[in-house]
């Protein structure tokens, strides 16, 4: 951290001389790098965000806590305990085989739309696609794993 500081410390020194010698729209673009540039050594510094009287660990009980309802916090965990499964070896390799007939981009946009419950915004925004084409691939992955699953009565079981 020391020689994060003194790298700081150093480019706020060059920056200094060159504010010295930089034209009038240059020097208040340098100022503003002085100014980044001072506000993160006063972070580095303090351990805290700059301009805050007192950090977090010095604030009154009453800020610091949150109340919870107690029904509410059971109730919570409760979910959580339920919504945890487990996938047999065998169950994992069928879902493999079933996967294995999408292309890459339409697994993706499957995986992050069914399995992990992101909306197809969301999967759009990730992978850097538009929204219906996004859509329109967990569409046709649905239909080729459902043609795979028609054709395959061994491998049949409760997918959607």
Sequence with gaps: MNDLIREYNQALRELEA????????DSAIIGGMMSDVRYALEWMRSARMPGNR???ERRSSYQREVSIDSVQLQ?????????ESTVSAWDKEKIDNCLSILSDQQKDCFYMHVAK???????ATILGLQKTTV???VERAKKKIQEYLENKPAVQFELF
């Excluded at 060159?18 to 729209?25: N, Y």
């Excluded at 419950?117 to 999967?123: G, I, N, R």
Aim: negative net charge; without cysteine.
């Design 18 to 25: 060159l504010r010295v010698i930089a034209s009038e729209d």
């Design 54 to 56: 007192r950090g977090i």
């Design 75 to 83: 109730a919570y965990v409760r979910n959580q305990e339920t919504n």
């Design 117 to 123: 419950l992101y909306s197809l915004e969301d999967v």
């Design 135 to 137: 859509q329109n691939h």
